[in-house]
């Protein structure tokens, strides 16, 4: 387990320096102003990645995980979901870019660039089949790969002083080969063929061509879909609305102050991403069948440890900033360094309710989950709208640890009634047992 994990949070380190790297080469090569209209079209075409793959992703590893081969039946209407949410957000990116005609530059690269909403979802679709497979090593590749395209590209055009076009037209070209091997990773997938860990090899097709009746209705299929998308919008505003509301009532200069601490807290939240997300959340939903012991150390070791987890990693984040934040981004975010620090109070709360949030995932409290996280998002935005105007970026702050304590409570206490109810907690004797392998099922 650890092993694996290691090379999750390996391969999302690459991602992070890779993404950053990218960034500076871009930076050194553009123009001021060719570097920002970049990056602010390559900003929008990313977040519509949750809603391009509309939950398809997530709940793959909740059927497959109840249902095991018999969940075959999901994949092509599910696909076809996917395909036609993901083709109406490319045309509105098209259309977006038409709007910039006359200024042939900026179409050019927004029409570019649209293919990146192809290319994050068929990421976001073949991550969770090597999650169902069990081959992290697979799954870490595809996480890495396109990103250090994107640095060969970068590379190539600050070697050779290239235009902000030809910059987006290697991004594209590199979207497209991401959706072709994608295709080519989940190949058996789609045949309804590949073995699927924890479950038996299935001996034939799952759901023979031509079995209309085999898969989900239309009504079922979107009912099991919409809570995970709204759940990731949910998540979305948690991390992007803060910056956005400064950057109004503020300005820039102001706002700039809590983007770089956000960045820095986005990329703290990629390690219960990797644990749960990425490593636990299939075998949470298989668990939830078959296996009530190893769901219930994963409540109270798990959620304690990565509340634990998260109170060093905080701790280490706001003393670090402190030297960091100036060195790195030069003394003009020296400013920005208390801003982290209070916003450091928020990890703790994230990694918990993280851990908890995954159990009531799989635990059929799916729509539960989801509406508390529209509570803390109403919270969150009640609180920016008190904060903002009064304490500046620092109330902005402020506002997220409250959201962020707020939804790790209901969470919290949704998991104790919902998933864990009266039976007796394990021991930590049960927890050395299971990971001593004397209960492989854990495994």
């Keep these: 387990m650890l092993a694996q994990v290691g090379l999750l949070g390996l391969s999302q380190a690459g991602v992070t320096v890779a ?25 929008v075409v990313s977040l519509t990645a949750p ?18 081969a018999r969940a075959y039946r999901w994949v092509g209407p599910s696909l076809r979901l996917a395909g036609a949410v993901c083709a109406a957000l490319l045309l509105g990116v098209l259309a977006w870019s038409a709007a910039e005609l006359p200024d042939t530059t900026a179409a050019a690269v927004r029409a570019l660039l649209a293919t990146v909403v192809v290319a994050q979802a068929a990421l976001a679709l073949a991550g969770s089949v090597r999650q169902l497979r069990g081959d992290y090593r697979g799954l870490s590749a595809l996480q890495l790969a396109p990103h250090l395209g994107r640095v060969l590209v ?57 079995d209309v009746d085999a898969g989900p209705r239309p009504g079922e299929l979107l009912g099991a879909a919409t809570p995970y998308v709204l759940g990731n919008v949910c998540y979305l505003l948690g991390i992007h609305f803060g910056t956005v509301l400064a950057a109004e009532l503020l300005g820039g200069a102001e706002a700039a102050l809590l983007a770089v601490p956000m960045a820095v807290l986005t990329a703290v939240y990629l390690v219960p991403r990797v644990v749960y997300q990425q490593y636990l959340l299939g075998k949470l939903h298989r668990w939830a069948g078959s296996d009530a012991e190893a769901v219930l150390l994963a409540y109270r070791w798990g959620s304690a440890g990565m509340v634990a987890l998260g109170a060093v990693v905080a701790a280490a984040v706001a003393v670090g900033g402190l030297v960091a934040l100036p060195l790195v981004f030069g003394p003009a ?39 508390y996280q529209a509570v803390g998002a ?66």
């Design 51 to 68: 809603v391009a793959v509309f939950g398809v992703s997530e709940l793959w590893l909740q059927v497959f995980g109840q249902e095991g």
């Design 378 to 443: 109403v919270v969150l935005l009640a609180a920016l709208a008190v904060a903002v105007p009064v304490w500046g970026v620092r109330g902005a702050a402020g506002a997220t640890v409250l959201a962020e304590a707020v939804l790790c409570c209901l969470l919290w206490v949704a998991a104790r009634r919902g998933v864990v109810g009266d039976a007796p907690l394990p021991t930590w004797r049960d927890l050395r047992r299971r990971l001593s392998r004397e209960a492989p099922r854990a495994s």
């Design 19 to 43: 993404a950053f790297g990218s960034q500076v080469l871009l930076a050194r090569t553009l123009t001021r102003e060719d570097f920002g209209s970049f990056t602010a079209v390559l900003a």
């Design 333 to 371: 975010y020296r400013d920005a360094a208390p801003v982290l620090a209070v916003l450091a109070l928020a990890v703790p709360f994230r990694f918990g309710g993280a851990a908890v949030a995954a159990l009531l995932t799989s635990g059929g409290l799916l729509r539960r989950k989801v509406v």
């Design 154 to 210: 970068t590379g190539a055009v600050w070697a050779a002083g290239l235009s902000v076009v030809a910059a987006a037209a290697g991004y594209a070209v590199v979207a497209v080969a991401t959706v072709a091997a994608c295709l080519l990773a989940s190949r058996e997938f789609r045949r309804g063929a590949m073995p699927l860990e924890g479950h038996p090899a299935p001996a034939a097709p799952a759901v023979p061509a031509g």
